[in-house]
């Protein structure tokens, strides 16, 4: 790793319209329905862009914001648990067309500040330009189209069940009190897809923001204010000491996260009464993309190259492991280099950039960790013309490629979230030692990709291994969405499962209204009948 920085950015590279400005220090927070201000501790929050503003190199400070402590966290659960009322408070029990208002009103208001949010996510996680952009136009469209589906979901023609002289209103009713944790990648995107299902049917929240990409939440504060009733959102910013208690208290209800199975597994630990908590979780992923002999090289390099290198390799979708036939290996690597040696290394506000900065403190020095065993159990580095290998600064890391990875290495079971590509060789892929032996042992079990041409062959192993992941794509990449598709996993790469449809029905649990078909119970059938269509 160099001593001084890949990249030192001028005053004058920055566009104006993501100029950094002024520290943004808040302490602001929300809690039962008021901005409240915080006299405790802060912490600032730092780019991982270095830049000379005038002073001299440095990691730019973006401000700072509360590192609240564990009473403030029980605080703030206590006022949802106060909206929620153990069911009977105002937010779940009325109407669901005022909910869905209520989210709607606050989608409106997230749109105004549309800007202000792009650029912060682009200094505090160093997403490109047009991916922010994209994250966040992609979330109002997700809280778009869960109005509309949850509308779709309420039509009478699937809600009313005429059967054994029995007359039934199907409904969901939400869970109680939810603690939503997003991660830092997704920021945005992947905390308000748990927290807006959740609302919608019902629950309150208490919303304990990333511990990287949580500046970006402050414009959102009063928009959530401003929208929701009383004690029905509060948000709380800090460590994974904030989200302990909580959890040890019984009092949440759902719990809603997004990060490591590790992380996951001590939180759920915590609950004293885990048969009553509902959990939805995203973990990791190993990803893998297999190169089977007859795959079209020019469908197969981009589309892995664009899995692998996407954001860094900052997905839990990303494309983790490659598998490449051994009649084919060697002509793949070539044309996968040469793709990735056309990689834009920069910052994210630069046009057409692919490698920014990665914004987890250590990342660089761990993705070097994972090469350097590699490297000590036999395998290379494969040459990308004109390129670098492997960690430029504690940010930046460039494009690798190591080759052949075996399973006695880091790089072939551990997931490196970043921009480093382990290519395995294989000879069967239906073998002991091949592709799909090699992910049923894994300890995760999202997606995988298949390039091939051979129909049969491909729909042989796409059966095989729906067994063994969630989702198989042929010729394309590892992905989420569109979002109307379930998104799922096994073993320790997910809780539940999310698409708009399923958010919806991971929040609430199915209940009914049944009366029995006589003529006494007529005027009570119709009066549920009159409530269904003024919906």
């Not at 469908?299 to 899995?307: F, H, I, K, M, N």
């Not at 670098?388 to 190591?402: E, K, R, S, Y």
């Not at 192993?461 to 969405?481: D, M, P």
Request: glycine share 8%; hydrophobic share 45%; with cysteine.
């Amino acid at each position: 790793m160099t001593a001084t920085p890949y990249r030192i950015v001028k005053r004058r590279e920055i566009p104006a319209r993501f100029a950094p400005g002024e520290p943004i220090s808040r302490r602001d927070y929300l809690l039962d329905g008021a901005l409240r201000t915080w006299n405790g501790p802060t912490q600032d929050v730092l780019s991982p862009i270095v830049a000379d503003l005038g002073s001299g190199p440095a990691h730019v400070v973006l401000g700072s914001c509360p590192a609240h402590d564990p009473d403030t966290g029980l605080t703030a659960l206590e006022a949802a648990r106060k909206a929620y009322d153990e069911g009977l408070g105002d937010w779940p029990t009325r109407p669901v067309e005022s909910r869905m208002a209520c989210v709607a009103d606050f989608a409106r208001r997230m749109n105004e500040r549309r800007d202000e949010i792009v650029r912060l996510m682009v200094w505090e996680i160093c997403k490109s330009r047009k991916e922010s952009e994209q994250e966040f136009d992609r979330t109002i469209e997700y809280i778009d189209d869960t109005l509309a589906t949850l509308r779709a979901m309420r039509d009478p023609s699937r809600r009313h069940v005429e059967a054994s002289g029995l007359a039934a209103v199907l409904d969901r009713s939400p869970l109680g009190v939810v603690l939503c944790m997003g991660p830092f990648n997704f920021p945005l995107n992947e905390t308000l897809a748990t927290l807006i299902p959740a609302l919608v049917m019902g629950n309150t929240a208490v919303v304990k923001l990333p511990r990287i990409g949580r500046l970006l939440f402050w414009p959102l504060m009063s928009c959530f204010a401003e929208a929701f009733p009383r004690g029905v959102v509060n948000i709380v910013s800090g460590g994974i000491e904030l989200a302990r208690p909580l959890m040890s208290s019984g009092h949440v209800d759902v719990l809603a996260f997004i990060g490591t199975s590790r992380a996951a597994e001590a939180l759920r630990a915590l609950h004293p009464r885990p048969n009553r908590l509902r959990c939805v979780l995203g973990m990791e992923a190993k990803n893998a993309a297999i190169i089977l002999p007859d795959a079209d090289l020019a469908t197969a390099v981009p589309e892995v190259l664009r899995g692998a290198f996407g954001f860094n390799g900052q997905r839990c979708t990303a494309i983790k492991l490659i598998f490449a036939a051994r009649g084919i290996a060697q002509p793949f690597l070539e044309e996968f280099a040469n793709a990735a040696s056309k990689l834009k290394i920069g910052l994210p506000w630069e046009e057409g950039v692919n490698i920014t900065p990665l914004p987890e403190p250590g990342k660089t020095a761990f993705l070097d960790a994972l090469l350097a065993d590699a490297r000590e159990h036999g395998a290379k580095v494969v040459d990308i013309p004109g390129r670098p290998a492997g960690a430029l600064d504690d940010a930046f890391f460039a494009p690798t490629i190591v080759c052949p990875v075996t399973p006695n290495m880091r790089a072939f079971r551990e997931e490196q979230f970043g921009p480093l590509a382990p290519v395995a060789v294989f000879d069967d892929v239906e073998g002991a030692d091949g592709p799909l032996r090699a992910i049923a042992h894994s300890d995760y079990g999202q997606q995988a990709s298949l390039f091939g041409g051979d129909a049969e062959q491909l729909s042989r192993l796409a059966t095989r291994l729906r067994n063994l992941v969630s989702r198989v794509n042929i010729n394309c990449k590892c992905q989420r969405g569109p979002d109307i598709l379930p998104f799922t996993a096994r073993r320790d790469s997910a809780v539940g499962t999310l698409s708009v449809e399923d958010g919806l029905r991971a929040f609430s649990l199915p209940t009914l209204t049944v009366a029995r078909q006589t003529p006494a119970n007529a005027a009570i059938l119709d009066v549920l009948k009159r409530k269904e269509r003024a919906f």
